[in-house]
């Protein structure tokens, strides 16, 4: 990634900006004064068929795209140059801004055919990492914000806004490991912070780390002052007490400044932009980066793709407004009761109806990006194709809500409500050809009998067509030439073509226009002023179709509320329905949620390891408010997996789907907590240690006992006393001070012993069964400690070389012959000293 600018190239040339006005041609001109007020960006300026780039610019997106550097000009003027056709601009656009630069765009806004002099060009738009709205450079199934960021004291603020679909957030957060969070969980492709925030080098580095391109403006910009007066202005409102701001002071300044950054970029109303959310905290799970991560929610941890993961299993969506939402429902569970039987009924009541499911279903797929659509209408780049999609996504609603009717329970009632906005699907069906094109500027995009003056003007150039085929046969009697016809060019226009051996026929008021290899073209008087005719019809014809089109955005972009709403709407249904379908598919059941802090679970099973095992080993978790398990057992035989389970059980279940289990009864968890897996983070020099010390420094700080806590192999990533020592007191801290739900897995034995000391603490191991010297692994949890690792046994299993196993067998012996003489040598010691026996 690249922070605000272009990389620079081992190759200097005279920047543009050292030049001389006067040195420059007209079109340089025009360049150097968007680079001028524009550095961090790669200026592309439109040059007929090209968008052209000079200077640094040039060089940068030689490199960068892999096109030809050549040069302009001579002499003093003389000038790197490289160019891309206009018509595949989003293509190498694409490549720039994915790898982190700022892209400005000068379109040409007149005719060249009209201009009088030089073609008058303007600063359109500047594409950004978070402000990409072309579908094609978008993954339908993600959002891309971008997220501005701000601080006083302890606290910070962001304001996070996908402009391709018109959602705009904001939230205060209390800490900057909440911030961490929420960075983690939103993934924005761009954070706008002010100058002052980069000298916080670590927070920097940790936002780049995440794959945030990092744009950096003044701190005025974030000034109160200017950023109510941006918002009121947006909005069009006399106060932001509407909005629930009023107060909130850091709100206003962070979304103010994101406001006015979009605005400045973009160049545009944003007239999609109807409102601002205020995210409380409180009313979601705040699931931390480790805990996304280890549970592989949505990548999983070894290649950073959605396969194995929850994400993989729970989306049978029919749309992307049901995939995007899927992903944010799985970064922030919920925690109202009410709210997550609400969704939980929704998907009972699907199961109960699978034929009406299905059908609905049906109809989804019929439905296409309505969130994007709008903004793109609202953005007034929305092409004839868009407009069909809308419409055919709209006939898809009064069926939907039909088949709605059919359920009684309050949620789906409560979708059934959409708007089915008639009016517009009945003004686009009246208006638009089915196959109208992609580009706008080709006409044919609006029907017969929709405008009455581009119908006579169609009837112009049909009539005028039909006037050439008869002029055809008119003058092939007239010369007595049969193999006369009449042709058009875009160069020459319309002609009579004669064959060179009937030339001697050619009539005197024919005149010569163009001789070709085997033929001799012609015009004459009455074809040009049939040809005038013709020629005038299809320019107003495509003058008439873009107006008509123009006004048919416009009149859509007054209802974006009422379909962004209806977006939602569909959004929530086609979730619900991806849930029942998972349910039904994978022998799912409805998690009962109970008020006291409890977590039981008959029969749990892995969503993800079930599909990938062909017999999968249920197990049961049974845990009361305060308690604590200690796992124990060898490596393989599944601890990490039981864990895993129980923590995505809870998940699913606060989320609003049902789990895999037999039964499963639970209290709300505010939050789920892992420490699972030991890695090395490179990218900021951190050891496998350090990692997960401070991941369980961030456990011990922000667990509360309606928390679920899993830990996998505390201590490991250090020698065997420094790790049994940390584990044992995290252990302590958890049970005395945090209260908190527990599974607590560990190779340190010793451990066993707390359930002596501590009535909520029980021991629990993953069976082995040992057959003539040979384990075989049983995958089933049950009560009680063990001191047998079976390390040696799963070496076996993993393949080592039979001497190296037996060599292993043979110093296992005479270390534990040693261990267990010193550990009678220090329990004497011990006892001596202090009176007690600890261990």
């Not at 892209?103 to 009209?114: H, N, T």
């Not at 109160?224 to 009023?246: D, N, P, T, V």
């Not at 296409?368 to 903004?375: A, K, Q």
Request: glycine share 6%.
């Amino acid at each position: 990634m690249v922070e605000n600018n272009s990389s620079q190239s081992n190759i200097t040339f005279k920047s543009v900006l050292d030049l001389e006005r006067d040195n420059l041609t007209p079109g340089m001109k025009q360049y150097q004064e968007v680079k001028k007020l524009h550095p961090d960006c790669v200026v592309m300026l439109r040059m007929g068929d090209f968008y052209e780039m000079f200077y640094q610019d040039a060089v940068t997106a030689s490199r960068e795209l892999e096109i030809t550097l050549t040069s302009r000009g001579k002499g003093d003027k003389q000038a790197p140059l490289a160019g891309v056709p206009f018509h595949a601009l989003e293509t190498y656009l694409g490549r720039l801004v994915k790898k982190g630069y700022k892209v400005a765009i000068v379109e040409q806004l007149e005719d060249p055919k009209l201009a009088k002099g030089l073609v008058k060009r303007g600063l359109v738009r500047i594409v950004t990492p978070g402000t990409v709205i072309e579908s094609s450079l978008l993954n339908e199934k993600e959002n891309n914000y971008v997220m501005a960021i701000t601080s006083y004291a302890e606290n910070f603020a962001i304001a996070c806004c996908d402009l391709s679909t018109g959602e705009f957030t904001t939230s205060l957060l209390e800490s900057e490991s909440l911030l961490l969070n929420e960075l983690s969980r939103l993934n924005p492709s761009e954070c706008i912070i002010p100058e002052s925030l980069k000298v916080n080098l670590e927070l920097v580095t940790k936002i780049k780390n995440l794959g945030s391109v990092i744009t950096a403006k003044e701190d005025y910009f974030f000034k109160l002052e200017i950023a109510e007066k941006e918002l009121l202005q947006h909005f069009q409102i006399k106060s932001l007490a509407s909005m629930g701001l009023e107060e909130k002071k850091l709100n206003i300044s962070v979304c103010g400044a994101l406001l006015k950054y979009l605005h400045d970029t973009q160049k545009n109303m944003l007239s999609h932009l109807k409102n601002i959310s205020l995210r409380s905290l409180n009313q979601k799970m705040l699931l931390d980066t480790s805990t996304i991560r280890n549970l592989e929610l949505l990548k999983n941890i070894k290649d950073g793709s959605s396969r194995g993961t929850l994400l993989s299993v729970l989306d049978k969506t029919s749309t992307p407004l049901g995939a995007r939402l899927l992903r944010k429902w799985l970064k922030e569970p919920l925690l109202n009761k009410n709210s997550i039987e609400q969704r939980l009924q929704a998907v009972q009541e699907l199961n109960s109806q699978p034929m009406s499911r299905e059908e609905i279903q049906e109809l989804l797929k019929e439905v296409y990006d309505l969130e994007r659509l709008i903004s793109r209408i609202n953005y007034g780049n929305a092409n004839p194709r868009d407009l069909l999609s809308l419409r055919n996504s709209l006939l898809q609603l009064p069926k939907i809500k039909e088949k709605l009717a059919e359920f009684s329970g309050a949620m789906l009632s409560s979708l059934s409500q959409i708007n089915s906005l008639d009016e517009i699907a009945i003004l686009l069906h009246h208006s638009l050809k089915e196959e109208a094109p992609l580009v706008l500027r080709e006409g044919n995009i609006i029907k017969e009998g929709f405008n009455q003056e581009l119908d006579q003007v169609r009837e112009i150039k049909k009539n005028s067509r039909s006037y050439l085929q008869q002029l055809e046969e008119q003058e092939k009697k007239k010369t007595g030439i049969s193999t006369l016809h009449l042709g058009y060019t875009k160069v020459f226009g319309y002609f009579i073509e004669v064959t060179k051996k009937n030339i001697p026929l050619i009539p005197a008021n024919y005149i010569r226009k163009q001789t070709t290899a085997n033929s001799e073209r012609y015009i004459t008087e009455e074809l040009k002023v049939e040809e005038e005719k013709i020629l005038g019809a299809e320019e107003k014809i495509n003058a008439l179709e873009y107006e008509l089109f123009m006004d048919l955005l416009k009149t859509i972009a007054k209802e974006t509320i009422l379909i962004q709403e209806t977006a939602q709407k569909i959004a929530v249904l086609d979730t619900l329905i991806s849930f029942s379908l998972v349910a039904c598919e994978n022998n799912y059941v409805m998690p009962e949620l109970q008020e006291q802090r409890i977590l039981e679970i008959h029969n749990g099973r892995h969503p993800v390891v079930e599909k990938m095992v062909p017999q999968f080993i249920p197990n049961d978790i049974f845990l009361l408010p305060g308690e604590m398990m200690i796992i124990t057992g060898p490596n393989m035989a599944g601890k990490s997996t039981i864990m895993r389970q129980t923590a995505l059980i809870a998940l699913m279940a606060q989320i609003g789907c049902f789990v895999p289990a037999d039964k499963a009864m639970m209290g709300i968890v505010d939050c789920v907590f892992t420490r699972v897996g030991a890695y090395d983070d490179l990218s900021s020099g951190q050891s496998t240690f350090l990692v997960e010390m401070n991941e369980t420094a961030s456990i011990l700080h922000n667990a509360t006992e309606n928390s679920l806590i899993i830990l996998d192999e505390i201590g490991r990533g250090t020698s065997t006393f420094d790790g049994v020592s940390i584990a044992w007191s995290v252990a302590e801290h958890i049970y005395n001070k945090i209260r908190a739900r527990t599974l607590f897995a560990t190779h340190y034995h010793v451990l066993n012993k707390l359930a002596d000391k501590f009535t909520k603490i029980k021991n629990f191991n993953v069976a082995v069964k040992e057959v003539k010297g040979e384990i075989i692994l049983l995958h089933k949890l049950v009560q009680g400690g063990t001191d047998q690792s079976h390390g040696i046994h799963v070496a076996k299993l993993a393949g080592l070389p039979l001497e190296v196993i037996e060599r292993a067998k043979e110093i296992q012996a005479l270390l534990e012959k040693d261990d267990d003489m010193m550990r009678k040598i220090k329990a004497k010691k011990l006892e001596e000293q202090t009176g007690l026996d600890r261990f």
